[in-house]
């Protein structure tokens, strides 16, 4: 195909309103029949309408091929490794983000500093039963929480089956004592037992202390029986006391709940974890674009987050996320200009607190955006598709649907809300999308010292790419209102 023949499919190609019938969807067939393309680059959608050939030719493209997505998480895993939100060495993630994005043909490259107060975990996470069955248990720091000093904390430990057990425990009750919380969280394709469960992690701490605990531990918010701790995000409601709080491994777990089952007195734990805060540091969102033929249409932002917890490479959570979004964006670009600018947002210490998102919000809310969607759930394959302007713009919805059914994407009626990065949709209350992810295994390594490279699958990642290509095609080059009017 001659670049003059390619630049006209593209030019004519990307939408779907024309009918078959159309003049100049003959031009397009006879022009694909002269280069023998196969029928099948057509797809029929709702209406009698098609999707021409370049806007599913890349997307196709990205599927059986693409290694954008994975040179990126390869190339920041490998040269960077873990990102922990605020230090240097998330400092050294964007640096390397930067030049990638620069290198690959992105316009308007930024590194927009905000500053942050930075948490980092320290150096000593242990954790040892004393009595009645003496023996270490794996443990590491939740994001947030303070030390229990170099001495460690020695206590009592009370058992909760459940975080309403938790709850229900007598004011005071705790005194002096390390409360345990578990779970029952198992792998979900949605992912949604991290909302049922997860509770212990965000809110336990919390509780504890205001039961008079100086201390916590929980089963890791995790599906995996690796001795790896899960690690993640606390808060303390405000006047409540921080204190230590700890992850343990499920099968460190799965033991300490059976001593719990056979000690006839007391379960007697030593506790060290000496994570701090070091103040007011710099972090920053890193951004880039590929710039639309119309500058004043809104742009379709997509975004990730750059960085990661200390204990992992960032492989899974997000360096995959950050991939995705910047080759789906790569591969639209190389078929042609599209109409809107496409900027990819890199956000900043999202882990901790969704720093990054408040701040790009914040510096960006007078710029109206399109659409935004956000790729933050691992690497695996893409299975349902969600937006929230299937009432105000339905034909748009069902384009959009319709053109990634061939990559085993189903349709949806729940409403897309977006994920953690992109808080700016939320505050314009714009159009967002929400390319729902395989969750199965995402619980195994969210968090935790597995969360490497060789756990991305390359078939998931690259029909990933792939639907995120073929979105971005639709909605980079839609003319009219994307959430309707
Ligand atoms: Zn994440």
Known sequence: MSKHQLRRLSDAGLVAEAPIASIAMKTSILALAALSLPVAAFAQVPGGGVYKYPAQQMADGAHKGDTIAWDF???????????????????????????????QGFKNVADEPFMM??????????????????????????????????????????????????????????????????????????????????????????????????????????????????????????????????????????????????????VTMKLTLTPEWIGE????????????????????????????????????????????????????????????????????????????????????????????????FGADRIWRFESNFRETNPELHAKLAASVARFGVANSRIVATGGADINIARDQKTAIIDLQQDGTRYFDLHHTPDDTLDKIDIDQLRQNVAVWTQVTAIVANEPGSIKGE
């Open 281 to 376: 540091t710099q972090s920053g969102n890193v951004v880039g674009e590929i710039v639309g033929k119309d500058p004043s249409l809104p742009p379709v932002l997509l975004a990730c987050h750059i960085d990661s917890w200390w204990n992992g490479t960032g492989a899974f959570d997000d360096g995959a996320g950050c991939g995705i979004i910047s080759a789906a964006a790569l591969h639209v670009s190389h078929y042609g200009q599209p109409l809107r600018t496409i900027r990819v947002l890199m956000a900043g210490a999202e882990e901790v607190g969704l720093h990054g998102s408040v701040a790009y919000s914040k510096a960006h809310i007078d710029e109206p955006i399109a659409v935004a969607y956000e790729s933050d």
């Open 117 to 266: 107060n930075t948490w980092v975990p320290g150096e000593v996470h242990k954790a040892e039963i004393i009595s009645p069955f003496p023996q270490p248990l794996v443990v590491q720091p939740l994001g947030g929480t303070p030390s229990t000093g170099p001495e460690g904390i020695t206590a009592e430990v009370v058992e909760f089956g459940s975080l309403a057990a938790l709850n229900e425990a007598p004011e005071g009750s705790l005194k002096g004592k390390i409360a345990y919380v578990t779970h029952a969280m198992t792998p979900s394709q949605d992912g949604s037992h991290y909302g049922y469960f997860g509770g212990a992690r965000f809110v336990g701490p919390g509780l504890a202390s205001q039961k008079g605990a100086m201390a916590i531990v929980i089963k890791s918010i995790g599906t995996d029986q690796h001795r790896n701790p899960h690690t993640g995000v606390i808060r303390f409601p405000e006047g409540v006391t921080p204190i230590p709080a700890g992850a343990l491994t499920l099968p460190d777990a799965a033991n300490l709940e059976r001593m719990f089952d056979r000690a006839e007195g007391p």
């Open 73 to 103: 998480v390869e190339g920041i895993t490998t040269e960077v490794g873990p990102r922990q939100a605020g230090t240097e060495a998330e400092k050294r993630g964007r640096d390397w983000a930067v030049n990638w994005l620069k290198e």
